[in-house]
């Protein structure tokens, strides 16, 4: 099995509809809402490239941009977050444990 990474997904879409189908295809991968426009998560590289292949077919390439951060743990506990870091009725249990 490929080796799991932590993804962030951020993106900057103007379209509603074309914003909650790239927010159901995070979702229905197994990320978690971290904030409005980013999700976070743990997927192999199989994964990840079936979720770029799927974002690029939904995004206008000319107007939506969408990135996918893999990390591993590693770099993940070298994060440093200001402010609120998230919102903390969209995130999981799950995703807590990883910013503790």
């Known amino acids: 099995m490929s080796q799991i990474n932590l993804v962030w997904v951020v993106y900057d879409i103007s379209s509603n509809r074309t914003r909650s189908l790239i927010a159901r295809a995070c979702k229905n991968k197994g990320l978690y809402r971290v ?25 206008d390439p000319e107007t939506d941009s969408v990135y996918i951060f893999p990390m ?4 993940f506990k070298k994060v440093r977050l200001l402010g609120r870091a998230f919102d903390p009725e969209l995130v999981s249990d799950e995703v807590k444990a990883l910013f503790l």
Not at 72 to 75: A, F, K, L, Y
């Open 35 to 59: 904030q409005k426009s980013a999700f976070l998560g743990k997927l192999n590289r199989t994964q990840i490239e079936e979720l770029k292949v799927i974002c690029d077919d939904i995004i």
């Open 72 to 75: 591993c743990e590693e770099d």
